[in-house]
């Protein structure tokens, strides 16, 4: 069954209305301009963002001067023509890319300028990704491919990191199937593993590159369900990419893309409005 964006929403500003300040809130400087003021709670944005692949005649520009915010614990949903530059917005945000010009902040960190090992960091403790492909190791049990960014950095399980573990494991309904192996799962459930896997670590924002892309429409309802769970329960931020319309209905906004820009966004959107405005930008 699919939520009501509105109630899903209401919920969500009903839990996180006043969320606790997270130690990363308290360690931001209030002298640095590119720090958002406290009440705004941004956990992403981007400012004249611009991506442009190769030169002369074969130029490509992908991005085209973007900016875009990210409150915290909202779920938003990139959607626009292919090759409108989706896949090039979020790999940017997420550090896995590099920008022409214009500036990342992922919390109060602005990307640019960052060493490759101090971007490596970052993107380990405070990105988390879910990927088309799932990419579980296929070796390890669902719940040591949860845990295993946590183990590979070295992170001890505290009492509060277990308790946190815990919650995403229960709210993502994965309880009883911990000890599968992913050649043991669906795919719905591999991508849940996989959402659990990008929550442990508690990042400030998970980025989803089309993560139903490989789901039937049961799972992919099940997973887009979860992340907007996940927001709502658990007060992530999420963005996705996405070419479902449905996934407008889980989602409390959707920004749309075409030829590198940001040509529009929805508030509360539902899959028929969502729909309509996707007319219009497939006939520009
Ligand atoms: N590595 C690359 N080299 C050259 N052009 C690229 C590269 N990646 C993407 N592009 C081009 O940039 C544009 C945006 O691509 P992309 O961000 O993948 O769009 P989307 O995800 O919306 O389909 C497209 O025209 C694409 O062909
Ligand atoms: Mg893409």
Known sequence: MK?????????????????????????????????????????????????????????VRALDDVSVDFARAEFTAIMGPSGSGKSTLMHCL????????GMVVIGATEL????????????????????????????????ENITLPMDIAGRKRDADSQAW???????????????HRP??????QQQRVACARALAGRPDIIFGDE?????????????????RQSVSALGQTVVIVTH?????GYADRVVFLADGQIVDELREPTADKVLDRMKNLEQV
């Open 3 to 59: 939520p009501s964006a509105t109630a899903a929403a209401g919920q969500a500003e009903a839990n996180h209305a006043d969320p606790p300040p997270t130690d990363r809130a308290q360690a931001t400087d209030p002298q640095n301009p590119l720090q958002p003021a406290q009440h705004r709670q941004l956990a992403a944005r981007a400012i004249g963002l611009s991506k442009v692949y190769g030169s002369g005649d074969t130029q």
């Open 165 to 179: 573990l815990d919650s995403v494991i229960d709210t993502l309904g994965l309880r009883d199937r911990l000890s």
């Open 112 to 143: 640019t300028g960052l060493s490759d090992k101090k971007l490596t960091q970052l993107r380990r403790d405070r990105i988390g990704f879910v990927f088309q492909a799932f990419n579980l190791v296929p070796t390890l049990t669902a719940l």
């Open 244 to 248: 479902d319309p449905r996934a407008a």
């Open 211 to 227: 993560p139903t892309g490989n789901l039937d429409s049961r799972s992919s309802g099940e997973v887009l369900g979860i992340l």
């Open 183 to 188: 050649s043991e799962l669906s795919g719905g």
């Open 94 to 101: 997420a550090g896995l890319d590099v920008a022409s010009s």
